[in-house]
T-cell receptor, first 112, second 116 residues
Framework: DAKTTQPNSMESNEEEPVHLPCNHS???????IHWYRQLPSQGPEYVIH???SNVNNRMASLAIAEDRKSSTLILHRATLRDAAVYYC?????????????FGKGTRLHILP | GAGVSQSPRYKVTKRGQDVALRCDPI?????LYWYRQALGQGPEFLTY????????KSGLPNDRFSAERPEGSISTLTIQRTEQRDSAMYRC??????????????FGEGSWLTVV
């Protein structure tokens, strides 16, 4: 399975932008990059996904490096409710093998 | 239903007993996934189904663990002869279809298993 690497934890001040990095140097051409987050005592929830181009939605933005070996999840204005564990996941778009593997993710702390 | 429903939400069982955890996916969702999550860790893949077919069970820890989805909807994860190390949160998720990697997967609230 393709692997992702994320920092164990990060801190950010409330109302400031947050950039969460993810390295995926062994990504294949058909892998989609997904981000999920897990709030305390809840199941993971979808944040955003992309293939090659940068993506924006109401929750966040996803910036994908030109070589696709890394990506960054951007929260434009962090709130206390954004404190969660953020997971960067690769999903195989080629052979329909959808064994979705979560790593340890990045625990994001928001400082008031 | 509106979301993925799991039952029981909490289960305490004695070592050696069998337990069955149920997952009712979002109506119409083809794919169903089971994960196990220990405190402070990410979800650990166990198995997944498309319709009633078990596509991958490589994450099941040993032969005490099994899962089924006989009619392509509700799924049951069964743990036989439970051991204390089986204590964890067990999460179910569903997705419209696993064949498209852009699909979102939706998680239930989980079943918290404690083996004493």
């Amino acid at each position: 399975d393709a692997k992702t690497t994320q920092p164990n934890s990060m801190e950010s001040n409330e109302e400031e932008p947050v950039h969460l990095p993810c390295n995926h140097s062994t990504i294949s051409g058909t892998d989609y990059i997904h981000w999920y987050r897990q709030l305390p005592s809840q199941g993971p929830e979808y944040v955003i996904h992309g293939l090659t181009s940068n993506v924006n939605n109401r929750m966040a933005s996803l910036a994908i490096a030109e070589d696709r070996k890394s990506s960054t999840l951007i929260l434009h204005r962090a709130t206390l409710r954004d404190a969660a564990v953020y997971y960067c996941i690769l999903r195989d778009g080629s052979n329909r093998d959808d064994k979705i593997i979560f790593g340890k993710g990045t625990r994001l702390h928001i400082l008031p | 239903g509106a979301g993925v429903s799991q039952s029981p939400r909490y289960k305490v069982t004695k070592r050696g007993q069998d337990v069955a955890l149920r997952c009712d996916p979002i109506s119409g969702h083809v794919s169903l996934y089971w994960y196990r999550q220990a405190l402070g860790q990410g979800p650990e893949f166990l198995t997944y189904f498309n319709y009633e077919a078990q596509q991958d069970k490589s994450g099941l820890p040993n032969d005490r663990f099994s899962a089924e989805r006989p009619e392509g909807s509700i799924s049951t994860l069964t743990i036989q002869r439970t051991e204390q190390r089986d204590s964890a949160m067990y999460r179910c998720a569903s997705s419209p279809f696993s064949g498209f990697p852009g699909n979102t997967i939706y998680f239930g609230e989980g079943s918290w298993l404690t083996v004493v």
